[in-house]
């Protein structure tokens, strides 16, 4: 999932000032399971900021919709918009700017920041897992991610200052070819480790996109 956490209060309050009503949008999934932006934390944004700005200065609207990155769910919205002169969107960033582009001349404004995609460990205690780098290596590499656990994001590894299990960076980081070499031996694959991986060509620096066999005649007809 999308991991996100709520930016502090001084901020978001800072950019909604000078706006006379504002809808605060949350959404349902990812940032509802990590408890940044869904539809309780709406409520506690919006009791917040009410309470600091006191009612007669700014009205404060709140909705949740299931998914802010998905259109279908956006239209939701349609009908209350015109009431708003601004949004805050509580979504990660994607959902905060597929918002901003169904309402083009609607102020949106984030109240979450984007951390990164991740698992859940516990309640309340994510970690960082994928940093979609569009060549996904788990298979070599014994399900751990050398782009995101490595300090230099090593394709090949480890690099020489791997110590004794920790990555030269910090003895409290584990070194993330130390574990690959670890689960690889204990799988009984370690001659994986000797395979060379081309350099990746980095396909994360535009924005992707992505169409699923079998729905290439839909997108060419929407243009
Ligand atoms: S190798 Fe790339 S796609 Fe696979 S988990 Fe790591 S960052 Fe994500
Ligand atoms: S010590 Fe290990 S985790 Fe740290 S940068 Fe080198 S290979 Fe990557």
């Given at each position: 999932m999308i991991v996100a956490e709520r930016k502090p209060f001084d901020e978001i309050k800072g950019m909604v000032a000078g706006y006379k009503k504002v809808l605060t949008i949350g959404c349902g999934t990812c940032v509802a399971v990590c408890l940044a932006g869904g539809s309780k934390e709406v409520e506690t944004l919006n009791a917040e900021l009410k309470l600091n700005?006191?009612?007669?200065?700014i009205e404060f609207g709140s909705k949740t919709l299931?998914?802010?990155?998905d259109m279908e769910f956006l239209e939701e919205l349609d009908e209350i918009?015109?009431?708003?002169d601004a949004f805050v969107s509580m979504a990660c960033g994607a959902g905060i700017q597929f918002l901003a582009e169904r309402f083009p001349d609607k102020p949106v404004f984030p109240a979450v920041d984007t951390s990164f995609i991740g698992v859940n460990l516990d309640v309340g205690w994510y970690e960082e897992k994928c940093r979609?780098?569009?060549?996904?290596?788990l298979g070599l590499t014994g399900g751990i991610c050398p782009v995101t656990m490595c300090a230099k994001s090593l394709?090949?590894?480890?690099?020489?200052?791997?110590n004794n299990g920790s990555c030269e960076i910090n003895?409290?980081?584990?070194?993330a070819w130390f574990k690959i070499y670890e689960r690889l031996a204990a799988q009984g694959?370690?001659?994986?480790?000797?395979e060379i991986s081309p350099?990746?060509?980095?396909?994360?620096q535009i924005p992707r996109k992505i169409i699923q066999p079998g729905y290439e005649e839909r997108v060419k007809a929407l243009g």
């Open positions: 700005f006191g009612r007669d200065k299931e998914r802010q990155c918009a015109g009431d708003y979609a780098c569009g060549s996904c290596v394709f090949n590894g480890p690099c020489g200052g791997t003895k409290d980081q584990p070194c694959r370690l001659d994986q480790i000797k350099p990746n060509d980095w396909r994360n």
